[in-house]
């Protein structure tokens, strides 16, 4: 599976954007599709996950209420809305791909991830 993010950019505090993630190569509707962010000098850490069929979504805790995760199989894309965007928010988001669907908050679970698109939002 290659995994393909764009639509991060610039936002001020409260505005919004919308992540999407493009897959090629394998059945991209069999795999559980994650949301992770990495800034400075920081770890890699979940943001959202959807399971394969779409029905089942997990949020961390920072971004509950806040962000939405869906999937659009029939266009292979996975989608990140993040409204009420926070200075805190800043950081390159990944999407990742998992073919088991086990533990989806753990980025040690995902077998093929995306080059990343930077998300900055502005006090």
């Known amino acids: 599976v290659q995994l393909q993010a764009y639509g991060g950019g610039l936002v001020q505090t409260g505005g919004s954007l919308r992540l999407s993630c493009a897959a090629s190569g394998r059945t991209f509707s069999r795999y559980t599709m994650g949301w992770f962010r990495q800034a400075p000098g920081k770890e890699r850490e979940f943001v959202a996950a959807i399971s394969w069929t779409g029905g089942i979504t997990y949020y961390a805790d920072s971004v509950k209420g806040r962000f939405t995760i869906s999937r659009d199989n029939a266009k292979n894309t996975v989608y990140l809305q993040m409204n009420g965007q926070k200075p805190e928010d800043t950081a390159v988001y990944y999407c990742?791909?998992?073919?088991?669907?086990?533990?989806?908050?753990?980025?040690?679970?995902?077998?093929?991830w995306g080059q990343g698109t930077q998300v900055t939002v502005s006090s």
């Open positions: 990742a791909a998992d073919h088991y669907g086990t533990r989806p908050q753990s980025r040690y679970e995902y077998d093929y």
